[in-house]
């Protein structure tokens, strides 16, 4: 069925977070990749002793992200990676990638894709130069509810979208001890690790690029105020951004990483003029759809059930009722960027701007997401533009 | 135990709108009222015929709110009633509200309170005069878990609350047909009837207040984005407002009557630096407290719990697990009204400004709100100042 | 509209039990009914004493039942007491009952109806003999929710029934401290006062009736494992029936009052060859309607909405997402009460034995349920005939 | 960290059932073993073209069970498989077990593991003359939060439980058309395949063993009404099962697979004397702990959180609300019978009848439980004894 497994290089994923493994077992998942090199830590030591955790052969255990591309490279066709996956830092996402592209090696990686529009910008220029796939991971795009949610607005069961809420909401900052350097996750309070915002950033642009995907509306215009509780440094904790979207669609976005309790709390809320929809994260396996008058319906996630819709059913693994979740969503991102991959190496045609999944372009847009809500929100929540990348044409508003 | 039952009033209700009928059922839920008197439509036919329904006799069934003002104010002290409940169109609320304080008696009145900031003003002056007691039927206020929230943030639970959600969504709109008039409702979509917001002051000023009412953070600054996307007039049927409280603490308010499917979804959300609660209308018998890694806890209304405030436990009829819902949510503000209006009779103190439950000042701190969101809509949500009313002093942020 | 208020005595609530009270506020909520009589205790200066509580006249608040209904049969028609309801423990039921039908009142009683099945045929021969409305308080019958999921069932709207179960879990009983008499519910587990059974009688009772009021379903026989666990007399506290009835369905009835933080948590699931239901008391505004392949239908009680019934719409006040609760379910079963005395006043047809109320008739199914359920568990469980009251006729399998 | 991957074998998984794939993710999701042989039909050219499917090698890929076995066996010991797990109907689990032990590879076998006793005893003779790491695939015992419920009951932190209630609902079999064979399970309604239970082999099972797993409860008797409602053979496709557990506790079990619209809906409540538990499979990153005259506790799935048990941590590879599900806890019982494998290749002490994991012991279990429940079902639901295997002292009743 599937020709060959992709070869997978990881960067980073060696020390205590945990995104590095769920790279690891969400690209194997389905057998059609195997995790044969890394760079798993700026530690060349470090990497290299974690290499083995991650089953990976000591001999492609490298020391650094310039030696594992320069010896990848270096190797024979059908022996190098396929693809690098960047499970690093933000402000490292870019030179990684930028390397690897260069390098000729397909990406995947995780977001905000950069600290910068400009290279951001960048970065989209190079995969329009090199042709390679560049898959963003907005991993939540990748649950088969969303994916059912995106398609039954694209066929016009919610009628018009008109309103979009998303709310994020994390707590785990309030763990941070402000005396001492956390565990993990301590970049993410770091400027100049992080970029220009916080929980913006790290979870906002999540809540954005959902938005999006699912309802296809191009946007207009932002407006953000972001706040700083509890962070130990000066960037957002917490936040509202309105969105106004072409054609006169709203949106609101609600993001906080200090909010006692809440683990990994994504909702999101569409309103259209035929019905609306809501899902959440943390329960990821049901969808709710309401309409005036009828009794709320929840869809399963259930590839056997006649309501699933083909995207829905294709980004199923499991019978309704055995419930699939955060690993499976991952997996089905990672398994769009395949595809795309194996036609790439097929010589079929393979726009790796104008894919279906979550690309460069996505990244692109939620670094100018980032960048216009935190002028906005030091311009004291003034409305600024925001614009799509130029691939969005692919996704019509219903 | 209550030494009489207090005599009530009630003016509208006699058309197809279900409000009077829980002013009859609320008011008397604990037989300390009864219901006597009634001018129960603006058609004189219409609310005599409407009084045997309420159970009033034919004599004391008024073709006018003058008329019962005029004849009640005439019957001897023990036959005359003590209060009148209004449940009328928002326009009308003022002069009934005056006439009825003017003419001496205690007044209970639905939200908004008026359709201007000026007439708010003067019904606070005139019960400053007056002395008597002034109810707003700010009734999700009344349910006891909302009393139980309230009390554990003043009771510092939270710690400092630093930021409120609330989410006011229904879908009723979607069932208007523009071409004919609704059987009820209709006034609320009519600018001359609504006053000068639509959602935002039916539901809003709800949510507004409940936020105000469970942290006691005094209001600073608003902005609105205020849309009509379905209202077949020019009044907001869908917006988002942000607050900024007085030291620093966040407020949004999200408002809808075009979510397909939702019927009185009211939500609050409060995050504290020690821990956040949520609460939600619909299942109204539940709070959840939340911590940073501790489990989800989940207040049940259980006046036989150790968990359960004072406040909560006097807010309760039954025992846990025999639900309580909006009647009895209802009738809790109504007995904060006996309470005081029975002080009133006997002389005890009882300044109508300086009480706990909703008040004239909750009904002028509602009309202030819709003002300046409207005006803030309008300078393209442009953060406005916002002020409390002056008894707030007595709310204080924990 | 209605003609009259009926006028009501209430038995027993003068102590610290909660039941009286809902009596009080169910059978008055819609002001069909006023509270003017009431034997309160079985203490008399206590009973006087809460009359006032209750708003009662001193001089028709009696020492007893005796008194009671002495007085109130000499009273004029057009003031004597309509009816008497009996909310007292269940050892009492039977000779208050027996009197108040022999002195010509209708009765509203409590349930366990009697602690015999001899008594319980008593009442039911003497209702026939009187024609007076008899009224058994199973107000869980009374929720609209209820009466929809009877009436899809009657309409063929889940095919034919073939399984229901029913799960009733409290926890109080762990409270009760053995070396102490509790402050309320004490003679709730004296086999004395209570009868033969304890959980069985005073919750399985409610859960049985409920499965076969939605149902319709005749039953066969029963088989009962009765345990005490906690309770410090020998009475079930925790119990598992099942159920044969009438051409093959089964039926489980669950009943616990020793599970730890349980309330009153009381589930139905009906399963029917074209749907299944399921309903919680704890969250009665909601019932689950699932057909295989088709997304889980979530019914609101919503008078307004065209896929509620027409007796789920006669039994709300509110409109949806106005969540109604207890007061309201129990209130429902007063009103059908009313409309029985009201056509029995008026010499109109009413024949207390085919009334759609649960009536003298659930009473006797109530005890005869538990009678054998307590020899079926004496027995280990083996299987025993169990009868349906001869009414039943009225309510067919669909 | 893990010295070797072990080598998979896998038989069963070419036709149209899922469970062949979910072995496959299952056991190489932590990378700790590798699928590369299988017999995957037993149609063999149907089995090698599925192959490819799971990324078998062509020349690993065999036409029968026999060929596996005894090409793998020769192999060298670097080279040949580790184990083979059994994902085939029921009648052929012990042929192909037995055949697997006998040839010196570990097994991992579906459930129900036999259709006959006898041969469930057979099994555990092997595998006790072997020395071999039998794992039963009671897969809902690798949740984490199932394994937090079990340690929390051996903690004491229930007290003495007295009850547990499992309930496993599914719906499926309405779905069959009686006219024609289904495209899968078709096996399962077929007394030949199935064994001589249908629903309450197939899901009766995992909820016994669940029961049996967390509280560690030791049977004694039991009594079964099993029905045929729906399933167009002989087999039950509804029952209800009650327990008696050694000193005195009770269990029930409801089975069903054709409750209309249910999915996989497996729950599980258990009663002790200090508090009680409540999970759900299809929301398994929930567990509700209640006691009296407390909030009701929502543990998380969580392994940063201090109220995680050290079982419940080892089962997590996510943070909390980044949800985990079904492959997880399938995997998680692989883990465990990974570390038995290797400890039994490295020589450390490695009892197959002593793990903690579910094993032959449970198998037979699960085999006298089905036997038993059919007897006493055939006997009016005669109460019969129970035992367990003789390996479950090593999990007393806390």
């Known amino acids: ?10 960067i980073g994923g060696g020390g205590a977070g945990f995104i590095g493994r769920v790279h690891a077992i969400a690209a194997t998942l389905d057998h059609r990749a195997e995790l044969v090199a890394g760079a798993l830590s700026s530690d060349p030591a470090k990497g290299r002793a974690a ?29 190098r990676v396929d693809f690098v996956s960047i499970a690093t830092p933000n402000h490292t996402h870019f030179p990684i990638a930028r390397a690897a592209l260069q390098a000729g090696f397909h990406v995947v990686c995780d977001k905000p894709m950069t600290t910068s529009l400009a290279d951001a910008e960048r970065l989209r220029e190079l995969v329009a130069e090199t042709g390679r796939v560049f898959v963003l991971t907005h991993n939540y795009s990748g649950y088969p509810l969303v994916r059912q949610a995106r398609e039954m607005i694209r066929q016009g069961e919610l009628g018009e979208v008109f309103a979009v809420r998303a709310s994020y909401l994390q707590g785990w900052l309030h763990g941070l001890d402000p005396d001492r350097p956390p565990a993990r996750g301590a970049w993410k309070s770091d400027p100049d690790k992080a970029g220009p915002a916080g929980a913006l950033g790290d979870i906002g642009t999540h809540a954005y690029q959902l938005a999006r995907f699912t309802t296809g509306l191009l946007p207009a215009e932002v407006a953000a105020t972001l706040r700083s509780f509890v962070c130990p440094q000066p960037l957002d904790d ?5 969105l106004r979207f072409q054609h006169g669609a ?59 819709s083909p995207a829905g059913r294709a980004a199923c693994r499991l019978p309704g009722g055995h419930p699939e979740a955060f690993f499976e969503a991952f997996a089905n991102v990672y398994r769009d960027g395949f595809d795309a991959m194996l036609a790439h190496a097929d010589g079929r045609p393979c726009d790796p701007l104008a894919a279906d999944f979550p690309t460069v372009l996505d990244g692109w847009e939620g670094v100018a997401f ?29």
Chains 1, 2, 3, 4 share one sequence.
Not at 51 to 76: C, H, K, M, Q, T
Not at 269 to 287: C, F, H, M, V, Y
């Open 51 to 79: 290499a083995e955790a991650f089953g990976i052969d000591p001999a492609r255990a490298y020391g650094s992200v310039d030696e594992l591309l320069d010896r990848e490279a270096g190797l024979p066709a059908d022996q």
């Open 370 to 398: 980032i960048e216009q809500c935190v002028a906005s929100s030091r311009a004291n929540g003034a409305w600024l533009p925001l614009t799509a990348g130029d691939s969005r044409g692919t996704r019509p508003a219903s």
């Open 1 to 10: 069925m599937h020709a060959r497994k992709l070869r997978m290089a990881l």
């Open 238 to 242: 917490y936040g509202h951004v309105l």
């Open 250 to 308: 709203m949106g609101s976005l609600t993001t906080s990483q200090v909010t006692h309790g809440r683990l990994n709390d994504l909702t999101l809320e569409i309103d259209g003029t035929k019905g609306s929809l809501a899902w959440r994260q943390e329960a990821p396996n049901q969808l709710m759809l309401r309409r005036l008058g009828e009794p709320t319906q929840t869809y399963e996630r259930n590839p056997n059930a006649a309501y699933t």
